[in-house]
């Protein structure tokens, strides 16, 4: 099928009238044409979305039981000590910090919940920075 440019030089009856959605479609030269309204697009490439590895700090401190919590609290260990003012000072926590994971295995948390507090983070927790 052979693309006709204009259809108004390509006639194949010179006195064949124009109608009105003529300017919208592509006409051919075996009679056919294609409206240009309703052209379908390529599909655009799928762009995979990175995971949240950092998120706001009270988003993560959200995720740890309320046993946890007291455990942060009311301990005199200083591991946890400094893991919970680190936790205090910061915006946000990086789930792919070194020191996070260590401080996490130091104080005896378990592998599977260690993979649970440092999974890809959610919408909802991405750390927004507001600039005011």
């Known amino acids: 099928m052979s693309k006709v440019v204009d259809r108004i030089e390509n006639l194949t009856d010179p006195g064949q009238p124009l109608e009105q959605n003529d300017r919208y479609r592509t006409f051919y030269t075996d009679n056919t044409y294609r409206d240009k309204r309703y052209v379908v697009l390529p599909a655009a490439a799928a762009?995979?979305?990175?995971?949240?590895?950092?998120?706001?700090?009270?988003?993560?401190?959200?995720?740890?039981?309320?046993?946890?919590?007291?455990?942060?609290?009311?301990?005199?260990?200083?591991?946890?000590?400094?893991?919970?003012?680190?936790?205090?000072?910061?915006?946000?926590?990086?789930?792919?910090?070194?020191?996070?994971?260590?401080?996490?295995?130091?104080?005896?948390?378990?592998?599977?919940r260690i993979t649970e507090l440092l999974a890809d983070g959610t919408e909802e927790e991405r750390y927004i920075n507001v600039v005011t």
């Open 47 to 112: 762009v995979p979305i990175p995971p949240i590895r950092i998120i706001a700090a009270k988003s993560w401190y959200r995720r740890l039981t309320q046993a946890e919590r007291t455990n942060l609290r009311t301990t005199d260990n200083e591991d946890i000590n400094d893991l919970r003012e680190d936790l205090q000072r910061a915006p946000t926590v990086d789930m792919d910090d070194p020191e996070l994971l260590a401080s996490l295995q130091t104080i005896g948390v378990p592998a599977p």
